[in-house]
Protein backbone atom coordinates (compact mmCIF):
# COMPACT_ATOMS: atom_id res chain seq x y z
CA UNK A 1 0.00 0.00 0.00
CA UNK A 2 3.06 2.39 0.35
CA UNK A 3 4.10 1.53 -2.87
CA UNK A 4 1.12 2.58 -4.31
CA UNK A 5 0.78 6.03 -2.82
CA UNK A 6 4.42 6.77 -3.31
CA UNK A 7 3.85 6.08 -6.96
CA UNK A 8 0.25 7.91 -7.21
CA UNK A 9 2.17 11.35 -5.56
CA UNK A 10 5.41 10.80 -8.05
CA UNK A 11 2.74 10.19 -10.72
CA UNK A 12 0.72 13.13 -9.82
CA UNK A 13 3.76 15.40 -9.80
CA UNK A 14 4.56 14.22 -13.32
CA UNK A 15 1.21 15.41 -14.42
CA UNK A 16 1.43 18.90 -13.04
CA UNK A 17 4.66 19.27 -14.37
CA UNK A 18 3.20 18.31 -17.93
CA UNK A 19 -0.29 20.28 -17.46
CA UNK A 20 1.87 23.17 -16.75
CA UNK A 21 3.80 23.10 -19.94
CA UNK A 22 0.70 21.95 -22.40
CA UNK A 23 1.33 24.27 -24.86
CA UNK A 24 5.22 23.80 -25.31
CA UNK A 25 7.14 21.17 -27.37
CA UNK A 26 7.98 17.77 -26.16
CA UNK A 27 11.42 18.30 -24.32
CA UNK A 28 9.98 20.76 -22.07
CA UNK A 29 7.09 18.82 -21.12
CA UNK A 30 9.58 16.08 -20.52
CA UNK A 31 11.44 18.33 -18.68
CA UNK A 32 8.55 19.80 -16.59
CA UNK A 33 7.64 16.34 -15.86
CA UNK A 34 10.81 15.50 -14.46
CA UNK A 35 10.56 18.71 -12.38
CA UNK A 36 7.42 17.81 -11.28
CA UNK A 37 8.73 14.30 -10.05
CA UNK A 38 11.83 16.45 -8.04
CA UNK A 39 9.32 18.04 -6.30
CA UNK A 40 6.66 15.07 -5.14
CA UNK A 41 9.63 13.24 -4.59
CA UNK A 42 9.71 14.11 -0.81
CA UNK A 43 6.28 14.53 -0.34
CA UNK A 44 6.55 11.05 -1.60
CA UNK A 45 8.87 10.13 0.68
CA UNK A 46 7.26 11.37 3.70
CA UNK A 47 3.51 10.29 2.79
CA UNK A 48 5.02 6.40 2.87
CA UNK A 49 7.04 6.66 5.50
CA UNK A 50 3.79 8.08 7.63
CA UNK A 51 3.51 5.45 11.09
CA UNK A 52 0.53 4.78 12.19
CA UNK A 53 -0.37 5.38 16.10
CA UNK A 54 1.13 7.94 17.75
CA UNK A 55 2.08 6.12 21.24
CA UNK A 56 5.57 5.36 19.97
CA UNK A 57 7.24 8.40 20.62
CA UNK A 58 5.28 9.73 23.48
CA UNK A 59 6.56 9.07 27.05
CA UNK A 60 4.04 7.26 29.31
CA UNK A 61 3.27 8.26 33.43
CA UNK A 62 4.56 5.31 34.44
CA UNK A 63 7.34 5.26 36.97
CA UNK A 64 10.39 4.63 35.50
CA UNK A 65 12.41 2.00 37.03
CA UNK A 66 14.86 3.69 39.32
CA UNK A 67 18.23 0.48 38.86
CA UNK A 68 17.73 1.78 34.78
CA UNK A 69 19.19 5.30 35.07
CA UNK A 70 20.84 5.03 31.12
CA UNK A 71 17.70 3.83 29.01
CA UNK A 72 16.70 5.93 26.44
CA UNK A 73 13.31 6.41 27.99
CA UNK A 74 14.99 7.54 31.42
CA UNK A 75 17.65 9.70 30.08
CA UNK A 76 14.55 11.55 28.09
CA UNK A 77 12.38 11.66 30.84
CA UNK A 78 15.76 13.38 33.47
CA UNK A 79 16.96 15.65 30.55
CA UNK A 80 16.48 18.96 32.35
CA UNK A 81 17.62 17.91 35.79
CA UNK A 82 20.89 15.85 34.27
CA UNK A 83 21.55 18.93 31.64
CA UNK A 84 22.04 16.71 28.96
CA UNK A 85 24.29 14.04 30.71
CA UNK A 86 24.29 10.62 31.79
CA UNK A 87 24.08 9.93 35.30
CA UNK A 88 27.56 9.84 36.84
CA UNK A 89 29.03 11.14 33.50
CA UNK A 90 28.28 14.59 34.51
CA UNK A 91 31.81 17.30 34.11
CA UNK A 92 32.76 19.05 36.77
CA UNK A 93 32.55 22.55 37.09
CA UNK A 94 34.83 25.17 37.32
CA UNK A 95 35.80 26.55 40.62
CA UNK A 96 34.34 30.47 40.61
CA UNK A 97 37.35 32.03 41.52
CA UNK A 98 39.21 30.85 38.74
CA UNK A 99 39.10 30.93 34.73
CA UNK A 100 39.27 27.95 33.06
CA UNK A 101 39.80 29.62 29.82
CA UNK A 102 41.68 32.69 30.90
CA UNK A 103 43.90 33.78 27.73
CA UNK A 104 46.77 34.21 30.19
CA UNK A 105 46.91 31.01 31.09
CA UNK A 106 45.95 29.02 27.74
CA UNK A 107 49.79 29.07 26.63
Do not use: C
Request: avoid cysteine; glycine fraction near 8%.
Amino acid sequence: MRLVLFAAVLALGAMIGVIAAAGDDTSTKVTMAFVGVLFALPVAALLARRRKGSESGQLSDELLDPSVSTSPRSLSANYWRDRGHPPYMKPSDGDPDKHMFDPDRLS
